[in-house]
């Protein structure tokens, strides 16, 4: 998250010095490349706690996205769950 954070403000930067605009070609491509692993990440964790992924959708309906997020920051289940064994961390 950090890192994600970090280039998205160093790209938007640079957008607002080449382009004149915050929403430039970099910040914008950035954006669309870091979505496909934030989502993994985001549907792993959501295995974690022995929720199905398509939790994720939730967050397109207003007012409902609330509860993906509440979710995540849950306490993972301890030991296996029918998406597979738990960590040894």
């Known amino acids: 998250m950090l890192f994600q954070t970090l280039l998205t403000i160093g790209l938007t930067i640079v957008d607002l ?3 004149g605009v915050p929403d430039g070609i ?3 491509f950035a954006s669309l490349t870091l979505l496909l692993p934030g989502v ?3 549907v792993r964790r959501l295995h974690d706690i022995d929720f199905s992924g398509w939790w994720l959708l939730l ?3 207003p007012f409902a996205g609330i509860a ?3 979710m995540i920051c849950l306490r993972g ?3 296996a769950n ?3 064994p738990g960590s040894t961390a």
């Open 77 to 79: 289940t301890a030991g």
């Open 17 to 19: 010095f080449v382009f």
């Open 40 to 42: 993994a990440v985001t």
């Open 59 to 61: 967050l397109a309906v």
């Open 26 to 28: 970099f910040s914008v």
């Open 82 to 84: 029918r998406f597979g």
């Open 68 to 70: 993906p997020i509440i």
